[in-house]
Structures are given as structure tokens and as C-alpha cells.
């Protein structure tokens, strides 16, 4: 996709929803760190939101995520996204389901177009119990 769209953010949350009449989305429950019983995690879902604008045509979408320690990754899903025009804002929700976590620590989400970085958000990942 020529030319490579922006971002005006990247945030994960507990889920997104639209509204209807206006399509606006309100985002519930947004997050920089989690909470999980036990390494590795039970699968986990949330989701991934992004507004994007200055894109043109349609290209492939991917959001995937990392463990920063060990560069290892643990997640990827993908998808398409078009641009009806160059100044448009296309919102796009990934709905992030069955994830694992392996370990505590930092983790990246990081949103792909045509393999190009568009946007990144650190998620820092610890037991409930604060031991692990």
C-alpha cells in the first residue's frame, strides 16, 4: 500500500463498542498491564484498536505480539484493510482470543501494514498472586 497510512494510536482493552447511529467506538476497559493466575496463561481475550488515516487502496493488516525478553512470537492474527480515500479514518478492531502468555514480563503488540510498523503498545504481564 503506497502510501503507508499513520496511526493515531494503538490501544488494547477489555472490548470496543459501537455505536450504532453514529458508528463512533467507545473503548472499555483500556490497559497497559494484565493479570494472570498462572505461567503459562490460560488463553486470554481482549482487544486491539487502532484509527488509521493518510492509507490508499487495500493492504494486509497484522497485529502481532512479542516477548520482549526473548524476541520470541506468541500471537499473530491478520487481516485486510481499505482505504476509500487517502483522508479517510478506517477504525480497525482486532478481536485478540486464545492468547498465551509464557512467562511474565514485557510483552509488544505491534500493528503491521504490507510488513511496515505502523503503531506499538508495551503490555507488562504479572501472576495475581505478584509471585511467578
Known amino acids: 500500500m503506497v502510501p503507508t497510512p499513520q496511526a493515531l494510536g494503538l490501544a488494547l482493552c477489555d472490548r470496543v463498542i459501537i455505536e450504532q447511529g453514529t458508528k463512533n467506538p467507545t473503548l472499555v476497559g483500556i490497559f497497559l498491564a494484565r493479570k494472570v493466575e498462572e505461567f503459562p496463561s490460560e488463553p486470554v481475550a481482549f482487544s486491539a484498536f ?23 512470537q506468541i500471537y499473530s492474527q491478520r ?54
Open 50 to 72: 487502532v484509527p488509521l488515516t493518510d492509507g490508499s487502496g487495500t493492504g494486509t493488516i497484522e497485529l502481532v505480539a512479542v516477548r520482549l525478553e526473548t524476541d520470541d
Open 79 to 132: 487481516g485486510e484493510v481499505t482505504f476509500p480515500h487517502r483522508f479517510a479514518v478506517v477504525n480497525v478492531h482486532f478481536r485478540v482470543s486464545k492468547i498465551r502468555f509464557p512467562a511474565p514480563g514485557s510483552y509488544s503488540f505491534m500493528l503491521l501494514v504490507d510488513g511496515d510498523l505502523i503503531a506499538q503498545r508495551r503490555v507488562d504481564v504479572s501472576s495475581r498472586g505478584g509471585l511467578s
